[in-house]
Nanobody
Framework: QVQLVESGEGSAQAGGSLRLSCEVS????????MGWFRQTPGKERERVAG???????DYADSVKGRFTISQDNAKNTLYLQMNSLKPEDSAMYYC??????????????????WGKGTLVTISS
């Protein structure tokens, strides 16, 4: 059974930093892509960052230059380093995995497995 479990500090002040982690278990192949997504009440889930098996990453315009996605294949863990945080970064953050493909189809409707999410709150 494939499981994705997010963890990380829940809150920070604007301008601060947080790091989220996502540990993957039950999946032994190299995924086509993995991503971090976020959602706030009343809004659609959006992709924050994606990374393919080769380590190529891309980001939503709203987080470019502030967030960094990375993966440690030895630890089966995905990370999201978030710097220069803003109150509008507050959301439920989810990690997700897609078995095949790449960054081109690494969006909310494409993913095969999801974590349960972790809440991030940024105060001004």
């Amino acid at each position: 059974q494939v499981q994705l479990v997010e963890s990380g500090e829940g809150s920070a002040q604007a301008g601060g930093s947080l790091r989220l982690s996502c540990e993957v278990s039950g999946y032994t192949r190299s995924p086509g892509c993995m991503g971090w997504f976020r959602q706030t009440p009343g809004k659609e889930r959006e992709r924050v960052a994606g990374i393919n098996s080769g380590g190529m990453a891309d980001y939503a315009d709203s987080v470019k230059g502030r967030f960094t996605i990375s993966q440690d294949n030895a630890k089966n863990t995905l990370y999201l380093q978030m710097n220069s945080l803003k109150p509008e970064d507050s959301a439920m953050y989810y990690c997700a995995l897609k078995r095949w493909g790449g960054l081109f189809n690494c969006y909310s409707g494409d993913m095969d497995y999801w974590g349960k999410g972790t809440l991030v709150t940024i105060s001004s």
